[in-house]
């Protein structure tokens, strides 16, 4: 009978960031925890509360980000029937982002900040 031996190239040591515990497929992981799990098993909605230590961070730091596609240009500027005010809309819902009128610096601020 041989033993199987597993493959842990793959692994990486992450530690649990922030207060509270969190469960991710049937295990629970508490704050400060270290645990040794490939970068897919954490779902997305979780890695901003996990960060790779160790030797493991410099691997994972050198993996190429591909950018995500996007729309570009989903805000334009308004003006208001107030004159000098103007408002930030997606062009999509056609909703206001901002409550008060801004000026056309503020605006043109947020915008290119939200289209980036």
Same mark, same amino acid.
């Given at each position: 009978m041989?033993r =199987?031996?597993? +493959?842990?190239?793959?692994? $990486?040591?992450?530690? =649990?960031?922030?207060?509270?515990?969190?469960r991710?497929k049937?295990r629970?992981?508490? !704050?400060?925890? %270290?645990?040794? $799990?490939? !970068?897919?098993?954490i !779902?997305e909605s *979780?890695r901003? *509360?996990?960060?790779?230590?160790?030797?493991?961070?410099? %691997? #994972? @730091?050198k993996?190429v +980000?591909v950018?995500? !596609?996007g729309? +570009? &240009?989903?805000? /334009?500027?308004?003006?208001?029937?107030?004159?000098g #005010? *103007? @408002?930030v $809309?997606?062009? /999509?819902?056609?909703?206001?982002?901002?409550? +008060?009128? #801004?000026?056309?610096?503020e &605006?043109?601020?947020? %915008?290119?900040?939200?289209?980036?």
């Amino acid at each position: 009978m041989e033993r =199987k031996i597993k +493959k842990e190239d793959n692994k $990486v040591w992450f530690i =649990k960031q922030g207060g509270g515990s969190c469960r991710i497929k049937g295990r629970i992981i508490k !704050p400060q925890e %270290k645990i040794h $799990v490939t !970068p897919d098993w954490i !779902p997305e909605s *979780f890695r901003t *509360f996990f960060k790779p230590i160790g030797k493991d961070a410099e %691997k #994972l @730091n050198k993996q190429v +980000k591909v950018p995500i !596609p996007g729309n +570009k &240009a989903l805000y /334009e500027i308004i003006e208001r029937k107030t004159k000098g #005010l *103007f @408002n930030v $809309v997606n062009k /999509e819902t056609a909703k206001s982002l901002n409550e +008060k009128g #801004l000026t056309e610096e503020e &605006a043109n601020s947020l %915008k290119n900040a939200l289209n980036t």
